[in-house]
């Protein structure tokens, strides 16, 4: 089973060997996933329908084609997780091979159930912008929070997506983002049952 997976840039690639070494806990046979970045953002419309067809065509052709956006993208373009994976849907068509989600407001809300590392690299005792993840929005999504705690910190710098993302996941236990991020689940889920497995209740 080969599954491709469309991010919107080379951050979002860190969660590749968090999820590998999650799956084998849940599945019998283990899905090739090949991460496919973007730049900076998934394409729209017809070329996103043209990148879902490449991938699920020619030789090396994916089974699967999972396709993750940000619900913030610096435009309010879509209103909700729910919205997004619609849009997507109707760009692409209906072809049961594509899956759409949606991380909800961005990336980075999958990072913050894990707030203590991110204080502990940071240097700073920021209290976490809440307990629901995913209800961080478009006035100040995950992404700014993180930068925040970065920029006030012991560590002296911003905070660099595929560099820090990548050490605040390390040796993580992607439960803990799976129980307080429904929309990670679902995309997880979306991975386990492609693959045979059971979806996580």
């Not at 997004?84 to 759409?100: I, N, S, T």
């Not at 204080?119 to 992404?143: C, D, F, R, W, Y």
Request: hydrophobic share 40%; glycine share 6%; charged share 30%.
């Amino acid at each position: 089973m080969k599954i491709a997976i469309i991010v919107e840039g080379k951050a979002e690639r860190v969660f590749a060997p968090v999820l590998k070494s999650f799956l084998p806990k849940r599945l019998k046979e283990i899905p090739n996933l090949d991460f496919v970045p973007q730049d900076g953002r998934i394409p729209k419309g017809d070329k996103l329908k043209r990148v879902v067809g490449n991938l699920l065509g020619g030789r090396a052709a994916a089974d699967h084609v999972i396709a993750v956006t940000d619900v913030y993208t610096g435009t309010e373009e879509f209103v909700d997780a729910a919205d997004a994976k619609a849009k997507m849907r109707k760009w692409v068509g209906d072809d049961p091979r594509f899956h759409p989600h949606a991380a909800q407001y961005d990336f980075e809300a999958w990072l913050l159930p894990y707030w203590k590392t991110i204080q502990k690299i940071a240097g700073h005792n920021k209290t976490s912008p809440g307990s629901n993840p995913e209800l961080v929005n478009h006035n100040k999504p995950p992404s700014h929070h993180i930068r925040e705690i970065f920029e006030a910190g012991e560590c002296k710098r911003s905070y660099v997506k595929p560099r820090d993302a990548k050490k605040i996941l390390e040796s993580q236990d992607l439960m803990d983002a799976i129980q307080k991020c429904p929309e990670f689940k679902a995309l997880v889920n979306t991975i386990l049952e492609l693959s045979g497995g059971k979806p996580i209740p």
